[in-house]
């Protein structure tokens, strides 16, 4: 089973542990160097964060690996003690995917600008052409930053406890970035919408007042002044 791009700290790992109680022999592994417990690899990492943490485990037999390219989990069982082993573990892993995960998927980073180049092709959105490039560098800056996880940090093993502090941006880098690339696509959507209603509902122009009264104004004739002199 292989994972999206995910971040994990220690309450992270310990639940992994937690979860594989009923198993046999479980070790966990960190850059080849095996701990007896959770608490001791943050210990000793002294806040350096690995390169890959690996977790084994028997009856049932099961790995998970956790390295800076990938993040994959296998369980050889057929039971069902493994199968609901093998399904709590999923969902726990998933918790810690990167949000939100279809900006993290490969298959986005790959096709996401072609997409947004045959989008400004629809007639609706050929008056807004100008934002094209806008917005294919704020993706370009998005897929550079995606691809730069999923070479370098795809599985982010952070050595801390779940009470201790991080800063403002490794909180909330992924928010932040995912807000601005939303705002963009809400801004160019917002217009495209405005524009569409006005071609499908064009408003009709307003009449005003005096150029209703002109008409009748003009029907009546001035007097003459042959007429003011005979008066």
């Not at 052409?129 to 691809?147: C, E, M, S």
């Not at 939303?182 to 064009?202: C, F």
């Not at 104004?217 to 042959?226: C, I, Q």
């Amino acid at each position: 089973m292989n994972f999206r791009p995910l971040t994990m700290v220690g309450a992270d790992l310990s639940r992994v542990l937690e979860l594989l109680t009923p198993c046999q022999e479980v070790r966990i592994v960190a850059d080849d160097v095996e701990y007896d417990s959770v608490d001791e690899f943050l210990a000793e990492s002294k806040g350096k964060t690995p390169k890959s943490v690996k977790i084994f485990a028997c009856d049932p037999y099961l790995t998970i690996d956790f390295t800076n390219f990938s993040a994959r989990l296998y369980v050889s069982t057929s039971d069902i003690k493994g199968a609901g082993i093998f399904a709590q573990l999923v969902a726990h892993i998933r918790s810690c995917e990167r949000k939100p995960r279809l900006f993290y998927s490969y298959w986005y980073a790959v096709t996401s600008t072609w997409v947004i180049q045959a989008s400004f092709a629809l007639p609706m959105l050929v008056p807004f052409k100008h934002f094209q490039i806008w917005l294919i560098l704020a993706n370009v800056l998005w897929v550079a930053w995606v691809f730069y996880v999923q070479l370098r940090r795809f599985s982010l093993i952070l050595p801390i406890a779940a009470q201790d502090p991080r800063t403002f941006w490794q909180r909330n880098s992924d928010s932040v970035a995912v807000a601005v690339f939303s705002a963009l696509l809400g801004a160019l959507g917002g217009a495209a919408a405005t524009k569409a209603a006005d071609r499908l509902w064009p408003t009709p122009p307003a009449t005003s007042v005096e150029s209703i009264a002109t008409p009748a104004a003009s029907a009546v004739p001035a007097p003459s002044a042959s007429s003011l002199g005979s008066r």
